[in-house]
Every structure is written in C-alpha cells, then in structure tokens.
T-cell receptor
Framework: DGGITQSPKYLFRKEGQNVTLSCEQN?????MYWYRQDPGQGLRLIYY???????QKGDIAEGYSVSREKKESFPLTVTSAQKNPTAFYLC??????????????FGAGSRLTVL | KQEVTQIPAALSVPEGENLVLNCSFT??????LQWFRQDPGKGLTSLLL?????REQTSGRLNASLDKSSGRSTLYIAASQPGDSATYLC??????????????FGKGTHLIIQP
C-alpha cells in the first residue's frame, strides 16, 4: 500500500540532545512537509521541500534542520537549540502542479517528549 | 499572512443531529481548501478538497462549501454518529510559492457526538 511512514511513533529525549525523526513515502510525491502540532493548536509548518536537494523554511524553522537527499525521504532533526521541542510532529507529502498542489497525505505522526 | 479561524472550538451534540462547522480565512488568493479529520494521537485524514474554482464537494454524509470571495467555508455533517467524534481541521493552500509550499491550518473544532 502506498503511504507515508513516520518513525519512531514515540520518542523521549533529554535536554541538550539532538534527535532525528524519520519520514518515508512511497507515493512518488515530489513535495514533502514537516508540521508541528501543540495541544489545542493547529498545525504549524516547520520545513518543506518541493524537490530533491532543495528545501525551504516554514513558519517555525528555528531549532530544526532537514535534508532531502532522496525523493522518498525527508528526515527532521530537532536540535538542542529548539527551546520547546515537546510536541506532536507530522510529516506529509503531495504532488506538485496546480491540480495536485498542496493536496497533502499525512503520516501517523511522531510524539516527542523532552524529559 | 494567511490566517485561518475555526468556530466553534468545541461542540457536543446528541447523536442524529445535523451540524455545521465553520472556517474563515483572511486571504482569498487560495488554490484550494481542505477539511481533515484527526482522531486523538493520530495523523490527519483528508475528508474533502475544494478547488478554488468550485463551490462545494460532497462525500457521503459530509458536504463542504466554499465562498472564496468572503473567505468562508462550512462543513456540514448530516445525521451525526458517535464515530464522527474527532477534531476537524480546515486548511487552505496559498497561490504563492507555486502552490506547493504547504497549508495554513485552523486550530480545529473538537466534536463530540453523544450516544
């Protein structure tokens, strides 16, 4: 089945540690996205990538980094510079072009807790 | 900057009632508008997508309308069931960035259908 796989589902981190969240898609989508969700809040865009080897900052990129070396993969690193990293992280992908633009398919999410 | 507002933030109704969820957005220059469902601790499931040139979309007991000029959308749920209990998120896609620069989300409406 085509879809998006995020791992791990739950992750605990000590303060000062970097952690990397995995996102893999087999939908042959060009664009991929990372969102953060806090309780009672909507989703906020962290980074997005419209093509391999290129990515753009979203609204809340500080303290995060990404790479897009393969079309299928868009890992997110939460660095120690992110002051409040405890949140639910969602990865998504979409085709590009006007008809499919921003028609996103989401993964199941990764919940990061900083101890 | 695009802002999306959803009203009400929470809603609890008896089973069988018809209900309307509201979404408003500040910038009418959009590619499309989507309604998503999110169950607790899960990712997002796309319910309906309305392209900017369309007025409404229907899927089963769900009907979504779009009035782009006034910056409003409604999600109508007919004959509500306990299984409809979830958070419903509205999101819009802007025309900037080639249309593949991510969605802007509202904070959601938390819906409870009482058996």
């Amino acid at each position: 089945d085509g879809g998006i796989t995020q791992s791990p589902k739950y992750l605990f981190r000590k303060e000062g540690q970097n952690v990397t969240l995995s996102c893999e898609q087999n939908l042959n989508h060009d664009a991929m996205y990372w969102y953060r969700q806090d309780p009672g809040q909507g989703l906020r865009l962290i980074y997005y990538s419209q093509i391999v080897n290129d990515f753009q900052k979203g609204d809340i990129a500080e303290g995060y980094s990404v790479s897009r070396e393969k079309k299928e993969s868009f890992p997110l690193t939460v660095t120690s510079a992110q002051k409040n990293p405890t949140a639910f992280y969602l990865c998504a992908s979409s085709t590009t072009g006007a008809s499919g633009a921003n028609v996103l398919t989401f993964g199941a999410g990764s919940r990061l807790t900083v101890l | 900057k695009q802002e999306v507002t959803q009203i009400p933030a929470a809603l609890s109704v008896p089973e069988g009632e018809n209900l309307v969820l509201n979404c408003s957005f500040t910038d009418s220059a959009i590619y499309n508008l989507q309604w998503f469902r999110q169950d607790p601790g899960k990712g997002l499931t796309s319910l309906l997508l309305i392209q900017s040139s369309q007025r409404e979309q229907t899927s089963g007991r769900l009907n979504a309308s779009l009035d782009k000029s006034s910056g409003r959308s409604t999600l109508y749920i007919a004959a509500s069931q306990p299984g409809d209990s979830a958070t419903y998120l509205c999101a819009v896609s802007g025309v900037s960035g080639g249309g593949a620069d991510g969605l802007t989300f509202g904070k959601g409406t938390h819906l409870i259908i009482q058996p």
